[in-house]
């Protein structure tokens, strides 16, 4: 009776495991992407937004020395506006364009604005 139980749970169990097997390929984003970091790096400015191709980022102002960790920004040629927080994307400090590479990480330090 024991041999019969062994037999039947090495069986099963292997059966148990791989059918529970999700498959995630559905949720990947097949387009090129690159990290971004921008960091806040002019201590005498205000808090500042950040937006990327006119989206914005950040969900709170910016202050000195914080930053937005690592994006996943769309690789090719983006646009990158810091402005005073809470002013739009009307009157950018700086406004740049980067092009960026699949599957390179970057660091913007947002400095002398």
């Given at each position: 009776?024991?041999?019969?139980?062994?037999?039947?749970?090495?069986?099963?169990?292997?059966?148990?495991?791989?059918?529970?097997?999700?498959?995630?390929?559905?949720?990947?984003?097949?387009?090129?992407?690159?990290?971004?970091?921008?960091?806040?790096?002019?201590?005498?400015?205000?808090?500042?937004?950040?937006?990327?191709?006119?989206?914005?980022?950040?969900?709170?102002?910016?202050?000195?020395?914080?930053?937005?960790?690592?994006?996943?920004?769309?690789?090719?040629?983006?646009?990158?506006?810091?402005?005073?927080?809470?002013?739009?994307?009307?009157?950018p400090v700086?406004?740049a364009d980067?092009?960026?590479?699949?599957?390179?990480?970057?660091?913007?330090?947002?400095?002398?604005?």
């Amino acid at each position: 009776m024991k041999n019969w139980m062994k037999l039947m749970l090495l069986t099963v169990l292997p059966t148990v495991f791989l059918a529970s097997c999700d498959d995630d390929d559905d949720d990947l984003d097949l387009t090129d992407q690159a990290n971004v970091m921008i960091v806040h790096a002019s201590p005498d400015a205000p808090g500042i937004d950040l937006y990327v191709d006119d989206a914005k980022v950040n969900n709170a102002a910016l202050n000195y020395l914080d930053n937005i960790g690592y994006l996943n920004v769309e690789a090719g040629n983006r646009n990158f506006k810091v402005t005073a927080a809470g002013t739009g994307t009307g009157s950018p400090v700086i406004n740049a364009d980067v092009n960026l590479i699949e599957d390179m990480s970057y660091t913007i330090f947002a400095a002398d604005i």
